[in-house]
């Protein structure tokens, strides 16, 4: 706190970074919706209304209580007429998809007409009466840790591969990088699903999976910057007057090297969170039951026709925080006047 | 260096890539638990059938050994056969391939034309209420997850308004013999019309939905290399001397722009393969993506070896094309 202050007496990089944070209307908006969620993410077990984990059955299907009749008329779309017209039930192949899902839904008989619900639904409820509202904001933890865990992971990986390249330079830097952009060839989805399938389905393992795909941009990101500080004259002197490598990267590599990692690391949570849901989504990541955001849409998937908020709500809240890290990003990167490459 | 000598020395460069490339692919693979002895034979094989089955597989090789059979049996094409289909993972390819290649282009092609279109008018009118709304709407792009982008346009366009379909590559009532595998195509070049607007129909949200992130990607990189052109001295120049605006634009200012648009647009392919993926599994398309979860899923080994190492091969391809294509937009670039 004290140096900071010292910092800022000085007006030196960081406070007059803060200052131009501060006024770019972006990164305050990204800010705000970080906070948010984090206090969410915090807050979850006392601020849902109801238990994320179990439903009232009786209660399955019920739209958000503010859905009024003007909404699409699901009696329209299930009697078939419009999907007549554009063929809809015909045209899926008949192995998986949403196929199935019409099946499913006419089996369910007629919807909502005339039920009474048990409580108040925000977000309305999933097939078995669960509150999507509580389950979306549970699923604020599941994003905020694996994101935290991830960018770690790659983080901790990345930085000292980043470090060697830049530092060292020749053989080193070569097969580093090389190795870097062999990585990067292969789709990060599909790596993170190679890596899952290594090591087995799970919340865990989903981290670490995504954690590995970040490193190559991690590294690139800070033998970028390696490679700019490292010819400047005082890292020069500094070796000149008999420091260790360990000093001259510590003190004076990592340090300048901070800005970038600064906004990486923003933009790397952000797609964390997206890698996250999408494993999560394919059955790979959170498992079943639990709220997490992707393992929700894919359950909504089943429900798209019969109860679309069990869809819609996790998706939002999905787009809301990965936004927000987005606009964070941008913001800090414009501040600190940060020219990434890609 | 005569340009004709760099694209050839490009072009060899690709063999050590593909080749590193193929053996860290073997690795990976390699480390996925599961033998494909027992996933073949069942659960209740004899102990003999197994090992009997994994001499003929050459499981029972060390692993350099088999990566040395693996290469060899590539170089000759032979990817091997599915497990759980018994067909050879090659004719699956060419199977799916077409499927995934028609849906990744045709998305390609939205991305790239929208994408350059926002960019440069976000540039030229910069601060604009036009520019805000691109630049915030990309950055909302780049922060969707497009399995779920996929669920609404199939809530709004199928369901709601029941104007598209909800996936397939084309409505199962028509009969249609495709040679190419590119439905498309075929069925434009057959002049047969009927089959080709629902062949378009089909097309259209899933290519939107793989569409979103690059285009997004490429609005927001030829906005900010166009703005950095258009602060050249040059522009002012030629301004001053009263060249037309468009040609300005389009002639002195996009024509220096393209190059990092270019770089993006090959990145972008990768990122494409690996969108196929999920739009695939949403929109029920019958693609590379699919088969290669389910072959990840289902432990498919050959599947899984001959699906990643086309995946990762085409973006290869499309990066060296790209290269090549430095050279021409920029005389200047000389290796």
Redesign the interface.
């Known amino acids: 706190m004290k140096k900071l202050q010292n910092f800022s007496q000085r007006r030196g990089l960081w406070h007059d970074s803060w200052r131009r944070l501060k006024r770019s209307r972006n990164a305050g908006l990204g800010l705000v919706i970080v906070l948010l969620i984090v206090g969410i993410a915090i807050l979850a077990p006392w601020i849902a209304p109801y238990d994320p984990l179990h439903g009232i059955i009786e209660d399955n299907n019920l739209p958000p209580f503010w859905w009024g009749s003007s909404e699409p008329s699901l009696e329209e779309v299930l009697s078939g007429q419009k999907a007549k017209e554009s063929g809809l039930s015909l045209s899926a192949p008949l192995d998986g998809g949403v196929q199935e899902t019409t099946v499913f839904t006419f089996d369910q008989g007629p919807l909502n007409e005339g039920r009474k619900a048990h409580r108040r639904y925000l977000f309305g409820s999933d097939d078995v009466g669960r509150d999507v509202f509580s389950r979306v904001l549970h699923g604020a933890r599941y994003s905020l840790v694996i994101g935290l865990i991830s960018v770690l992971v790659g983080l901790c990986i990345g930085t000292p591969l980043g470090l060697a390249a830049g530092y060292w330079g020749g053989r080193i830097d070569s097969f580093i990088m090389r190795s870097m952009d062999i990585l990067m060839a292969i789709p990060y989805v599909l790596l993170a699903i190679l890596i899952v399938a290594i090591l087995g389905p799970g919340i865990w393992n989903a981290m670490i999976a995504i954690g590995i795909v970040q490193v190559p941009q991690f590294a690139r990101v800070i033998r970028g910057s390696v490679l700019t500080v490292r010819e400047l004259e005082y890292v020069q002197a500094a070796k000149v007057l008999g420091a260790s490598d360990g000093h001259i990267i510590r003190i004076h590599i990592l340090r300048n090297s901070l800005s970038p990692l600064i906004v990486q690391t923003s933009l790397t949570f952000a797609s964390a969170i997206l890698s996250a849901a999408a494993l999560g989504f394919l059955g790979l990541g959170a498992q079943a039951p639990a709220p997490e955001w992707g393992a929700m849409l894919a359950d909504g998937r089943k429900l798209l026709l019969s109860s679309p908020w069990a869809a819609i709500f996790p998706g939002a809240a999905i787009v809301f925080f990965v936004l927000g890290f987005n606009l964070l990003g941008d913001g800090i990167r414009d501040a600190l006047d940060v020219r990434m490459k890609h | 260096m005569r340009t004709g000598t760099y694209i050839l020395r490009r072009v060899l460069y690709m063999i050590p890539?593909l080749l590193?490339?193929s053996f860290?692919?073997f690795m990976?693979?390699e480390?996925?638990?599961g033998d494909p002895a027992q996933i073949m034979l069942g659960q209740h094989a004899t102990p003999e059938a197994l090992e009997r089955m994994r001499h003929s597989l050459g499981l029972d090789q060390p692993w350099f050994t088999r990566y040395a059979l693996f290469i060899g049996r590539l170089l000759k094409g032979d990817l091997g056969s599915s497990i759980l289909s018994g067909r050879t993972v090659l004719s699956e390819l060419g199977e799916k391939a077409p499927a995934t290649l028609e849906l990744s282009i045709f998305a390609l092609f939205i991305a790239v034309t929208l994408g350059i279109l926002a960019g440069f008018i976000s540039a030229w009118k910069q601060n604009s209420l036009f520019d805000y709304i691109a630049m915030f709407s990309s950055?909302?792009g780049?922060?969707?997850?497009i399995?779920?982008?996929g669920?609404?346009l199939?809530?709004l366009f199928?369901?709601?308004?029941?104007?598209?379909?909800?996936?397939?590559r084309i409505?199962?009532?028509i009969d249609f013999q495709s040679t190419t595998g590119f439905l498309l195509l075929d069925s434009l070049a057959a002049g047969n019309w009927t089959v080709a607007a629902d062949v378009a129909r089909?097309l259209l949200l899933p290519s939107i939905c793989l569409a979103t992130v690059p285009m997004a990607t490429i609005a927001r990189m030829t906005r900010s290399s166009m703005l950095e052109t258009l602060n050249q001295d040059y522009i002012r120049t030629a301004r001053a001397k009263g060249v037309k605006v468009m040609r300005l634009l389009s002639v002195h200012a996009f024509k220096n722009a393209a190059i990092p648009v270019v770089?993006?647009v090959g990145?972008q392919f990768?990122?494409l393969?690996?969108?196929a993926?999920?739009t695939e599994?949403?929109?029920?398309w019958?693609g590379i993506g699919r088969w290669?979860?389910d072959g990840?899923l289902g432990r498919d080994f050959p599947v899984?070896t001959g699906g990643?190492l086309f995946?990762?091969s085409i973006?290869?391809l499309v990066n060296m094309v790209v290269d090549i294509l430095y050279v021409f937009l920029d005389p200047r670039i000389r290796y």
């Open positions: 890539v590193v490339l860290v692919i990976i693979i480390a996925i638990p950055l909302v780049v922060s969707i997850p399995y779920w982008l669920f609404m199939i809530i199928s369901l709601t308004l029941g104007w598209l379909p909800t996936g397939g409505s199962s009532l089909h770089t993006v990145l990768g990122y393969m690996g969108g993926i999920l599994m949403v929109f029920s019958p290669l979860l990840i899984i990643t995946v990762a973006f290869v």
